[in-house]
């Protein structure tokens, strides 16, 4: 079974960081893009940053400048590091990743989401 898990949430002050990672595992033939959305209380889920396998970026405006994502493809693993971190950041954060399955086909796969609640 593919799956993603989330790791690195938890409680920081404003103005501080964090770091959160994305493993992914299981049968797995190759992950393409891998995505970082968040969901704060009674709001919609939205996209915070895509990284393509090649390393390209892509980020909403309320993140850049603050938000860094990367992979490393040789493990399998997503990260985002957050910085200058405000109140509104405050969400659940949850990994996204199109996956073509061994002796299968291509699916988005989402993790169960990490909490990050920031202080002021």
């Known amino acids: 079974q593919v799956q993603l898990v989330e790791s690195g949430g938890g409680l920081v002050q404003a103005g501080g960081s964090l770091r959160l990672s994305c493993a992914a595992s299981g049968s797995i033939f190759r992950v393409n893009t891998m995505a970082w959305y968040r969901q704060a209380a009674e709001k919609e889920r939205e996209l915070v940053a895509t990284?393509?396998?090649?390393?390209?970026?892509n980020y909403a405006d309320s993140v850049k400048g603050r938000f860094t994502i990367s992979r490393d493809n040789a493990k399998k693993t997503m990260y985002l590091q957050m910085n200058s971190l405000k109140r509104d950041d405050t969400a659940v954060y949850y990994c996204?990743?199109?996956?073509?399955?061994?002796?299968?086909?291509?699916?988005?796969?989402w993790g169960q989401g990490t909490q990050v609640t920031v202080s002021s």
């Open positions: 990284i393509t396998s090649g390393g390209t970026t």
């Open positions: 996204k990743a199109n996956i073509i399955a061994r002796l299968s086909y291509s699916t988005d796969y």
